[in-house]
Each structure stands twice: as structure tokens, then as C-alpha cells.
């Protein structure tokens, strides 16, 4: 595998991301807090491609338009639009901000925000997690490293070994076929400390910087109490939101004080756990 040296080595890449109950958020408002963010963090660029569906648009990701940040405002404004996708491209490099959902069996809706592009930053999405928060009735958030998270969530066996290293000793599940797709073997995930799932029909993943909605204890397996009265954690009380700081900054590793960070917040929150390696023994290798 490869060192966590050779993963990071740069500043954490902060992804927010966002989950809101099934009443959702409003597409534009998302939109255009998603814009004056980006705007204030002098990321913003002159011309995006996107495309958006609802009752008035198909769900087609080939209907790409090219557009202003206003000019794509003005048509979620206008529309009937349930998600949309954007993306700012600087040659191989990507800003993509999306709203997604809900899917069939995940009602769910979805915000991310990320950026591969040097010159367009995301440095603090912490306000604008909390923006969002006010707009829409708010399950989970989090901000994660977006390296780490696709390191932690991935699953395919040929894209682990180019990314991320060997996959020797690596815990490996047959996977049932879902037509179209065929029965493969994929990487088990399953107690991964930076993985993402699904509770008691609900989102549940851990970060160093983690906000609890008012969705999230109609699914959740602990009481707001419970998280409160946590004195390892600091802890923010609003009529919005629970926010959680577990640790400086996004988590970068799933092992050593990291881990035993993240194995504290899947026991407490989740009344879960996790193991790093996953083929190893023991969550007892990163102590508790």
C-alpha cells in the first residue's frame, strides 16, 4: 500500500458534503449559496458546464450547457429543476458541485462540493455548510479530505491498485450481480474508519468537523444528549444543527490517534465500529 506520505502531499483537499431529508432543499437557493461562496473564496470561474433534471428536464448527464454562475441562477430560478451538477475544468483538473437525489431506496438529497484545481481553492466550507443548513431541513454534514474519502470508500479492486497501492492482505467479498452490472469481487469496505453507509435507513459517516440535523435523530442510534455530554468533543448547540469538532483538522489517516479518534465517534454516534486494516483482527489495533 502506498505510505499515507505519498496520498497527502499537500494542505487536506475539504469537501463538504451534505445530507437533507426527503422535503430536500431548494435547488437554486443551493445553487446560489454554493456560488457566493465560491465567489468570496475567489474561486469562482467566468463560464461552467452543467446540466440539471426535474419534471421539466430528463436525467441526462450528455445534455452538458455552458453558462455563467448567474445565468445558471437564473434557470434553476426558472425551472422546475430537483438536482443539478457543475463543473469548472482547468485542463485535467476539476471543480464539481452537485445536488443529487433522492435515489429509489435512499430518500435522501446530497450536496458535495470539491475542487482538484490550485487556482480554485476550497480553504473554509464551513460557513457555507452552515448556509446550506438554514435553507433545507439538514440530516448530516461533514467536511472530509477528498483524498482520503475516496481512498476509504473505494471498492474496485483495479482502480485501489492504481491509486491507492497493493490490495494484498486487504479483506476481498464477492459482490452479487445488479443487472446490468455482473457478480464481481470488489474490496469489503464494511469497517473502514473514513467509509460512508447507510443506518437505520439514514447517511452515517464520521469527520473531524460534523454537523447533526434534525433529520439525523429520527434515524440516528444515540440521543442528543448523548453527543453533548461527550467532554472529548467540542461541541456547538444550535436550533439548526449539532455541530461536532473531533479533531484540528479533516482526518488524513485511518490509523493512530486518527483512528482512535474515528473509532470513538462510530461507537458514540453510530453504535458502530471500525478496523484498520480491514483484513486485520481487532479494532483493538487503534486503541479507543
Known sequence: MKSMRSLHPSEPNRTPICYFAPSGVNPAAAWRLALDFIERAGSVSKLYSWWAYGSERPRNRNLWEESSGADILRA?????????????????????????????????????LTSQIPDLPIQNPLPLVEELASVGELALAVVLDARYGSWQRCSDLEYYSEHFGSTEGLRIIR???????????????????????????????????????????????????????????????????????????????????????????????FHSDCRWPPGGNASADLGC
Not at 81 to 99: F, M, P, Q, Y
Open 175 to 269: 459482490k452479487l450481480a445488479i443487472p446490468p452490472i455482473p457478480e464481481r469481487l470488489v474490496l469489503d469496505t464494511s469497517t473502514n474508519p473514513g467509509r460512508n453507509e447507510v443506518i437505520n435507513g439514514g447517511p452515517a459517516m464520521v469527520a473531524a468537523d460534523m454537523w447533526l440535523g434534525p433529520a439525523f435523530w429520527e434515524y440516528a442510534p444515540c440521543t442528543r444528549k448523548d453527543v453533548i455530554r461527550q467532554r472529548w468533543l467540542e461541541v456547538r448547540d444550535t436550533e439548526s444543527f449539532l455541530y461536532i469538532k473531533a479533531y484540528p483538522e479533516p482526518f488524513t489517516r485511518p490509523d493512530g490517534e486518527q483512528g482512535e479518534i474515528q473509532r470513538r465517534l462510530w461507537k458514540q454516534v
Open 76 to 112: 434553476l430560478q426558472a425551472e422546475k429543476v430537483t438536482g443539478w451538477c457543475v463543473h469548472a475544468t482547468s485542463g485535467t483538473k476539476t471543480l464539481r458541485i452537485s445536488l443529487d437525489g433522492p435515489w429509489s431506496g435512499f430518500p435522501w438529497q446530497h450536496f458535495s
